[in-house]
Every structure is written in C-alpha cells, then in structure tokens.
C-alpha cells in the first residue's frame, strides 16, 4: 500500500510538472504571439505616419501648383484684356 501511495504521488507530481511545462509553453508562445502583434503594429504605425507625411508633401506641392496656376490664368487674362484693347484701336482707326 505504501509504494503505491508513493507512485500515486509521483505520479500526481508528474502530471502537475507536464502541466506547468504545458502552462509555460503556451505563455511562451503568447508572449511570442504578443511579440508579434506589437511588431506589426509597430511597423503599421510607421508605414502610416510615412504615409501621412508623403500626403503633407503631395498637398504642399498641389498647393505650389495651383499658386502657379493661378499665376499663369492672372497672366493670361491681362494678356487677353491687353490684346482685346488692341484689336479695339485697331478697328478705330
């Protein structure tokens, strides 16, 4: 009786150390899993802070474009006025 309340007990202390293992491991593989997920979420958050940085400058650029356009209509639109009074004298005369 007495060996094999001892195996009893050996083999309780086995399958708490097969769980411990068990418990362990699954930590360790949801560390590595949380490892995982804030490296992804790390490089995510990179590639959409680069992201908004190249729609700042993409907008920076529209904005010097459309100062230009703008130039370039203020120009034409004196340049027509300019020739519409032109062809007005000429037709005077």
Same mark, same amino acid.
């Given at each position: 009786? *007495?060996? @094999?309340?001892?195996?009893?007990?050996? @083999?309780?202390? !086995?399958?708490?150390?097969?769980?411990?293992?068990?418990? +362990?491991?699954?930590?360790?593989? #949801?560390? #590595?899993? #949380? =490892? =995982?997920?804030? +490296?992804?979420?790390? &490089? !995510? @958050?990179?590639?959409? &802070?680069?992201?908004?940085?190249?729609? *700042?400058? !993409? +907008?920076?650029? !529209?904005?010097? #474009? @459309?100062?230009? %356009?703008? %130039?370039?209509?203020?120009?034409?639109?004196?340049?027509?006025?300019? %020739?519409? *009074?032109?062809?007005? *004298?000429?037709? +005077?005369?």
């Amino acid at each position: 009786m *007495r060996k @094999l309340t001892i195996a009893g007990f050996a @083999l309780a202390t !086995a399958l708490t150390a097969g769980c411990a293992t068990t418990d +362990q491991a699954a930590i360790d593989e #949801a560390n #590595a899993t #949380a =490892s =995982s997920a804030e +490296q992804t979420a790390n &490089n !995510a @958050l990179n590639t959409a &802070n680069s992201a908004a940085s190249d729609a *700042r400058t !993409a +907008q920076q650029t !529209a904005e010097e #474009a @459309l100062a230009a %356009a703008r %130039a370039a209509q203020k120009s034409a639109d004196e340049a027509n006025e300019r %020739a519409k *009074r032109m062809l007005e *004298r000429a037709s +005077q005369k």
